[in-house]
C-alpha cells in the first residue's frame, strides 16, 4: 500500500477569485471552475493541500482571527459542494523575513508532508504565480500553472510549467489520466 498522493494547491487566484490581501468573509468566493475539479480530485482519492503565502499578516494588515474567518468560509463553499480539504498551511511572513516557509521556500510542504503523510515528489502542483511553480520544481512535483488569478499574466510573461492550463478543473483532468496511467503501469508490472 502506497502513500496516497497530493495534490497542493494554491489558494487566491487559484481557488478562490484574487483579492488584494483578502481579509472580509464576504470576499471569499470560488473561481467557477473550483468546485467541479476539486471533487474530480477528491473523488479519485487525491488529497488535498492548501499552501498559501499569506504576508498581510507580517505587514499588520489583517490578524490571524480574520484569516481563520475567512478559511471558515471557504471550507463551507467547499464543504457545501461535498469536498473537504486535508489541510490548510499558511506562511504568514514577509519577503524581508526570510523565513523558511514563504513560498518558494518548503517548510509549508514539508509541514504538510509530515502530519498527511504524503511523498513531496509524487505530488501535483497547482498554482498561478512563480513561487507556486518554482515550489513544485523544487520537490520534483509536477506543477500547473493556471491561467486564473495572475496566471494568464505570468503566461505572458513567458513562466514556464509542466502544464499551463485555463483552470483548475482543466489541471484535475491532466491528474486523473496520470495518476490512472501509472496505477496501470504497475498493475502491469
Ligand atoms: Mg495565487
Ligand atoms: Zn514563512
Redesign the pocket.
Known sequence: MTARRFVLLDRDGTLIVERNYLARVEDVELLPATARGLRLLHDAGLGLAVLTNQSGLGRGYFDWDALNAVHVRMTQLLADESIALDGIYV???TPE?N?D??KPQL?LVRRAAAELHFDPAASFVIGDKPCDIELGRRIGAATFLVRTGYGAFGEQEGLRADYIVDDILAAAHIILERTERDLSFCAKR
Open positions: 506562511c504568514p511572513h523575513d523565513c516557509c514563504r517548510g
